[in-house]
Structures are given as C-alpha cells and as structure tokens.
C-alpha cells in the first residue's frame, strides 16, 4: 500500500475528529443561512394586488362613486364633529349664565323684601346676564339643527354606500377566484425560480460529494449537499400542495433507495480491492475463509469443534485459548482452504515466515502484496457477502 493511500487511511486522535464534526456542523448551518439569503430574495418579488383586480372588474364608475361618497361620509363626521364641539361650550357657557343669573335674581329678591332698591348695575347686570343666556339658548338650538341635518345627509351617504357595495359584493365571487389563481401562479413562479436555483446547487453538490466522498475534505462537501438538499426538501413541502409533495417526497426517497441498492448490489458483484480487504480482514479474524467462510482448522484450530457461534474445544481436545494469533503465525505452514481450494496462509517472499496469503503485509516482516485486484475483477467470484458477512452454504 503507497504512502498516499496510508494518509488517506488516518483518522486522527478522538478530539480532533470532534472537532472537524463539530465544525461540518457549523459549515453546514453557514451554507443553509447562505441560500436562505437568496431564497429570500426571491420571495420578495411583488405578487397580484387584490386592488389591481377589483380596478379590473369592477365598474370604473362605481368605483368613483364609492370614492366620492367615502369622501364625504369623511367630510360630514368632520362637520359633525365640529358642531358637537361647539354644542358643547355653548352648554358649558348656559350652565355658566344661568348660574349667574339665578344669583343675581335670588339678590334681587332680597333686596326687594328688604324695600331695598337695587342699583343701576346691578339692574344692567342682571338684564346682560338674561341677555346672554337666551342668546346661547338659541345658538344651541341652532347647533343641534346643523347636527341633525348632517346626520341626516350622513344617513344618505350611508344607504347609497350599502346599494354600492352589494353591486361590489356581485363580483366579489369573480374577484376572488381571479385572485386565487393569480396567486397560485405567483407562488408556482417563485417556487419555479427558487428549485431553479437550488436543483442545480443540489446536483452539484450531490455528484462532487459522490465522486469525493473518499477525499479528506468530504465534511465540507457533505455540508453543501446537506444544506441544499434541506432547502430544497423546504421549498417543496411549502409550495407544493400536500397530495402532490407526498408522492415527490416517496419518488425521492425511494430513488434514494434504488441508488443504495444498485451500488451494494455492484459493489457484490463487481467488489473494489478494499471492500475486498475488509471482507478479508473480518474473515481471517473470525478464523473463516474469506471466499466461502469455511472454517480455517490450522495448527491447534484442527482439533477445535466448530459451531455457529465459533470454535469450542472438543472433549479431550486442545484448549481453546490457543489460535494462530497468539502464536504470531509461526510453527504454521502453508494452509489451503479443503472447501474452495484458496490458498490462505502462504510463506513470504522476503522472510521465508508464513503469511496471510490475501492480506497486504506480512505480519513478520511488513512486506508489501498486492491483493484484491484478481478478485475484484472477476465478477461475483469473491463478492459473495456485503461486508464480510459469510456466503451462503458455508459450513456452520
């Protein structure tokens, strides 16, 4: 194996793969504030106004007419206002004159039972005082005519209003069907320009991470495809209507689904050379043969009894604690499977000690082998089981 494939390989301590999922996390919360910053962008563009569609059906001239009489419905609570302010001071001024001239009234009472005659000013006092409560007694009734006039002009505006707003409330069935559908092809224009947006961002994302995803910058490539697969997810569900996003989202799943299936399906068929190795690697820990799990009986493995859950020691036999690897390989010759006829455990080449014949180095000395590529270029000859799991009619 070359060096490159061996960095490729290292993890890194604990901490420091926190840290890289912790910061993943981060990038990908990042991303998605990125594209909502676009997607919003798109939302504010300006949808159909319902006033637009009312100008459109509606009849130019009951629409003046609403208007004029709006206006003046305005201008009569103004006027009527108005009045009703000026009913009041003149209230407060009677109150305040006829206080004023029952006082002068009551002196002048007692001054007569008193035969006391009363002064000119006082006199003078008592008529201007009579005077001007009569004059405000007047102006008050005058004011409550006005009021009564308006309100009853006011009354008139009204009932024109009604009879013009039962002829508006005739289109109003027109208007809102016209608006609905405005307003759905406004929402299926945006939802249109934000999935053109993000379909793209997605593919993108989906086919650099599925080409990289072996590459040690694949955090960064998984957080792009997460965040647009999110806000594309969004946007669906939110634009498009329940009965239809349910069959979009079981498609999507489902061709999810199929993709998995169809790459464990080649990868057993067609197996790389470290899918391989890792099947090999289980196999040879598990004391099988990794091409048709057959129990490895070597060295003092022969006089073990095999069951499903592993080799037991037979009655009068060799203790089980004994196997190949606490022994470190040595003192054992070459091994071929009696099933398949593979051979597992060859001598190597550079120190002469026996080796696993399909692992890539050589526990004695560190030798270097290529393996795998034989098999994994011989279609469904070494693929016999997705992730090391034992084929089928292989020995218990």
């Known amino acids: ?57 509606v009849p130019a001239q009951t629409r003046a007419r609403i208007v004029e009489l709006d206006d003046a419905s305005d201008e009569l609570d103004i006027h009527i206002n108005n009045q009703r302010e000026v009913q009041a001071l003149l209230d407060e001024s009677m109150s305040s004159s006829g206080s004023t001239m029952n006082q002068l009234v009551e002196l002048h ?18 008529a201007e005082s009579e005077r001007l409560f009569l004059k405000n007694q007047r102006e008050y009734q005058v004011t409550i005519s006005k009021i009564e006039d308006l309100q009853e002009q006011m009354r008139g505006v009204k009932r024109e209003l009604t009879v013009l707003n039962r ?13 609905g559908e405005l307003y759905k092809a406004h929402r299926m224009k945006l939802a249109g320009l934000k999935l053109g947006f993000l379909l793209p961002v997605l593919i993108v994302a989906t086919l650099v991470f599925m080409k990289f995803r072996a590459s040690p910058y694949r955090p960064i490539l998984l957080a792009a495809f997460l965040a647009s697969f999110a806000h594309t997810a969004h946007v669906m569900h939110e634009y498009f209507p329940s009965q239809y996003f349910k069959y979009i989202a079981l498609a999507a799943v489902t061709a999810i689904v199929l993709a998995f299936l169809v790459r464990l399906i080649r990868t057993v068929a067609r197996p790389k050379a470290e899918w391989l190795l890792k099947q090999y690697r289980e196999a ?6 990794p091409m048709c799990s057959y ?12 069951t499903r859950k592993g080799p037991r020691a037979a009655r009068g ?18 091994y071929s499977c009696p099933s398949c006829g593979e051979q597992l455990f060859e001598e190597c080449a550079s120190c002469g000690d026996v080796r696993h014949s399909l692992l890539p180095f050589c526990e004695g000395c560190g030798a270097a082998k ?27």
């Open 295 to 306: 129990p490895i009986a070597r060295g003092p493995l022969k006089f073990m009894m095999w």
């Open 284 to 289: 040879y820990n598990m004391h099988r043969c």
């Open 370 to 396: 290529a393996t795998g590529e034989r098999e994994a270029a011989e279609s469904g000859v070494a693929g016999a089981a997705p992730d090391g799991a034992a084929p089928s009619g292989a020995g218990a």
């Open 109 to 126: 009472r007692l001054n007569l039972e008193k035969d006391v005659t009363p002064t000119e000013l006082e006199q003078e006092a008592l």
């Open 1 to 57: 194996m070359s060096n490159e494939s061996k960095a490729t390989k290292r993890r890194g301590p604990l901490g420091h793969r926190i840290f890289i999922f912790g910061l993943g996390g981060l990038l990908t919360i990042l991303f998605m504030w990125m594209l909502a910053f676009v997607l919003d962008d798109i939302g504010r563009i300006k949808g159909p106004q319902r006033s637009d569609i009312v100008e459109e059906i």
């Open 317 to 334: 036999g060799v203790g089980a604690g004994t196997t190949p690897q606490t022994q470190g390989g040595k003192g054992f010759g070459p």
């Open 167 to 179: 002829e508006v409330f005739n289109f109003q069935d027109e208007i809102d069907e016209k608006y």
